[in-house]
């Protein structure tokens, strides 16, 4: 597909609309998604200005252009890498992604990804989803552990999609804190945004930012640690990393957010290699034949060293 370029006047009856919203109503074939990664790339120009904030309002007359660059094309190649498979069934498997593996191909990371040994392990899946994320219907960080989707077909593609967007999929995490929390639970309700100045970060802002619920539950408290159970109830970039650090009980290895990367247990100082943050169930309905599915995910093994030490050094002290 070559490069668009699209005009639009905003009539009376939209006005007030967010500009994302207008642009998504307006251009079925890209997401909302997809919309705001543009408006904030700088490719909407509002009354012949630039204009890169989504929420921002539109009016009756107002003129909008956008440019909608083409494709970037992109030989991915299958990988003969092992996957941990929990589920697979004709339309779609759910992956226990390791920790250090990237889900799909971006800037600096072309190969050795989720999607290269998708493409290996489903022959005919590189026309799901688009080219760059075949199958992809959620994404994990690099270093988070744990349950992910992937789907096999266009129609499981596109109402695992539809779930995730109305929230009807439920998504368990476990993560090991820093320091003790006021209470055994709580919900954090903080509107996370994009950092204005490190642009790799999201923060809790009330500027250009979405609604985020967290709900957390102590499963076990510590002498300077916590080790707790995440449901969310919003799907924001970085959401739960963000939530926990701005209470002030970062996610352990979490650097980007202000995890300790070293913890001293019973004297002793143990490095924390990557952030402390695993997805450990999964609870839908299949999009084909509506039965309930639960997937779940043991700990892997360097969460579950680091909790053995806590919890010997508190027997030991106890």
């Excluded at 003969?80 to 697979?88: G, H, K, N, T």
């Excluded at 992910?148 to 998504?171: G, P």
């Excluded at 990393?241 to 202000?258: E, K, N, Q």
Aim: proline share 4%.
């Amino acid at each position: 597909m070559a490069e668009r370029f699209l005009e639009f006047i905003v009539s009376d009856v939209d006005t007030n609309k967010r500009l994302d919203i207008y642009l998504s109503q307006n251009i079925p074939d890209l997401s909302r998604n997809r919309v705001q990664s543009l408006i904030e790339d700088g490719y909407v120009r509002v009354n012949e200005k630039t204009n890169n904030i989504p929420s921002s309002k539109v009016k009756e007359q107002t003129k909008i252009d956008i440019k909608i660059p083409a494709p970037v094309t992109s030989e991915l190649a299958p990988a003969e890498i092992p996957l941990d498979i929990r589920y697979e069934d004709p339309h779609l498997l759910v992956i226990n992604k390791p920790a250090g593996m990237v889900v799909h191909p971006g800037a600096g990371k072309e190969e050795n990804t989720l999607v290269n040994a998708l493409l290996f392990y489903c022959k005919d899946l590189s026309g799901i989803g688009g080219i760059e994320r075949p199958g992809i219907v959620h994404r994990l960080d690099k270093d988070t552990t744990g349950l992910l989707i992937v789907a096999k077909d266009d129609i499981t593609h596109r109402e695992l999609s539809k779930n995730f967007k109305e929230r009807t999929i439920q998504k368990t995490y476990y993560t090991i804190t820093h320091g003790i929390p006021a209470s055994k639970e709580g919900v954090i309700k903080s509107s996370i945004g994009r950092h204005l100045v490190h642009r790799k970060k999201m923060c809790v802002s009330e500027k250009n930012s979405r609604d985020a619920i967290t709900i957390w539950r102590a499963l076990e408290l510590f002498k300077k640690s916590s080790f707790l159970e995440i449901d969310l109830k919003t799907g924001r970039t970085h959401q739960i990393r963000v939530h926990l650090s701005s209470t002030g009980h970062a996610i352990l290895g979490d650097v980007l957010y202000g995890g300790q990367k070293k913890i001293i247990i019973n004297g002793n100082e143990i490095d924390i290699k990557r952030c402390m943050l695993h997805a450990g169930r999964l609870i839908f309905t299949h999009p084909l034949n509506n039965k309930i599915i639960e997937i779940k995910a043991e700990l892997p093994d360097d969460m579950q060293n680091i909790l053995y030490l806590l919890r010997h050094e508190s027997q030991s002290k106890a």
